[in-house]
């Protein structure tokens, strides 16, 4: 079974910018998370979707965008690119949609903003 | 404000020997913590959970460790081998929140052949 896949990898940007990432879950996934990694802050979740509804949604400024498309791949927007927003975004995804189940991750996309 | 703490950043561990990673958090509503092993450039992978009526749960080499009192868990490895040398995350969930999950900023450990 193919595990989660995020795209771009890389991904550079200058200030201003918008930017749109793209994760694809596990076949059969219907839930899709993202967190923002930074050095010394872990990973902190940005939203959630499941059956293209977003269900939770951390304390993030609303440039942070997403959404989730029928065959579950979500994406995520981020406008106007601050300096700050140099991370690495990880998706993760998990099969059911009540209770707790096991999230998979999938590599990131490392952003950088210039 | 971080309610989920991993004050180590780094722990280094002789080949064969106990590692212990610790981690603290704030949140008495959190009813599950887990944690997360990260190697560069791949996601995290789950490790080893507990649930908060719990208080030790094994599996294999790890074992983890949770004081309610105290709101402490804490991830030992028995024994450890280099192969283990990665970022390990602890992470939390609140209550009634499936999904969204708590992390620490995470320990580097270093196992040392």
């Known amino acids: 079974k193919a595990g989660v896949t995020q795209t771009p990898r890389y991904l550079i940007k200058t200030r201003g910018q918008q930017v749109t990432l793209s994760c694809s879950p596990i076949?059969?996934?219907?839930?899709v998370s993202w967190y923002q990694q930074t050095p010394g802050q872990g990973l902190q979740f940005l939203f959630e979707?499941?059956?293209?509804?977003?269900?939770n949604k951390g304390n993030f400024p609303g440039r942070f965008s997403g959404r989730q498309f029928s065959n579950s791949r979500s994406e995520m927007n981020v406008s106007t690119l601050e300096l700050g927003d140099s991370a690495l975004y990880l998706c993760a995804s998990s099969s059911t949609g009540t209770g707790w189940d096991e999230q998979y991750f999938g590599p990131g996309t490392r952003l950088t903003v210039t | 404000d971080q309610q989920v703490k991993q004050n180590s950043p780094s722990l280094s561990v002789q080949e064969g020997r106990i590692s212990i990673l610790n981690c603290d958090y704030t949140?008495?509503?959190?009813?599950?913590f887990l944690w997360y092993k990260k190697y560069p450039a791949e996601g995290p992978t789950f490790l080893i959970s507990?649930?908060?009526?719990?208080d030790k749960n094994e599996d294999g080499r790890f074992t983890v460790f949770l004081n309610k009192s105290a709101k402490h868990l804490s991830l030992h490895i028995v024994p450890s081998q280099p192969g283990d040398s990665a970022v390990y995350f602890c992470a939390a969930k609140l209550t009634g929140s499936a999904r969204q999950l708590t992390f620490g900023s995470g320990t580097q450990l270093t196992v040392l052949p």
């Open positions: 507990i649930s908060s009526i719990k």
């Open positions: 949140n008495s509503m959190f009813d599950y």
């Open positions: 979707y499941f059956s293209e509804t977003q269900r």
């Open positions: 076949s059969g996934h219907r839930s």
